[in-house]
Nanobody
Framework: QVQLVESGGGLVQAGGSLRLSCAVS????????MDWYRQAPGKQRELVAT???????NYADSVKGRFTISRDNAKNTVYLQMNSLKPEDTAVHYC????????????????WGQGTQVTVSS
């Protein structure tokens, strides 16, 4: 069973920083596109950042210049470095990845992490 385990969330003061990690476990062939989403209470889940297998990144306008997504394929891990945090960044953050699994042929599946809470005080 493929699982995504997130860590690094917590409570920080406005202007502070956090680094989220998402480690993928299980017998996987490769990690493809990896994403970070967030969902605040009463809000829709939104895409925060994405990184492709070749390292191309994209960010939501609200976090551009403050957040950095990165990946370490050797560790099967994706990171989200969050700087200059604002109270409006408060949300549960989820990682999502498309994983390739080889069972005689390549099969691709999407998996979600359990979520990690980020709270930014004003």
């Amino acid at each position: 069973q493929v699982q995504l385990v997130e860590s690094g969330g917590g409570l920080v003061q406005a202007g502070g920083s956090l680094r989220l990690s998402c480690a993928v476990s299980g017998r996987i062939f490769s990690m493809n596109v990896m994403d970070w989403y967030r969902q605040a209470p009463g809000k829709q889940r939104e895409l925060v950042a994405t990184i492709t297998s070749d390292g191309t990144t994209n960010y939501a306008d609200s976090v551009k210049g403050r957040f950095t997504i990165s990946r370490d394929n050797a560790k099967n891990t994706v990171y989200l470095q969050m700087n200059s945090l604002k109270p409006e960044d408060t949300a549960v953050h989820y990682c999502k990845t498309e994983v390739s699994i080889y069972t005689g042929r390549i099969n691709n599946y999407n998996y979600w992490g359990q979520g990690t809470q980020v709270t930014v005080s004003s």
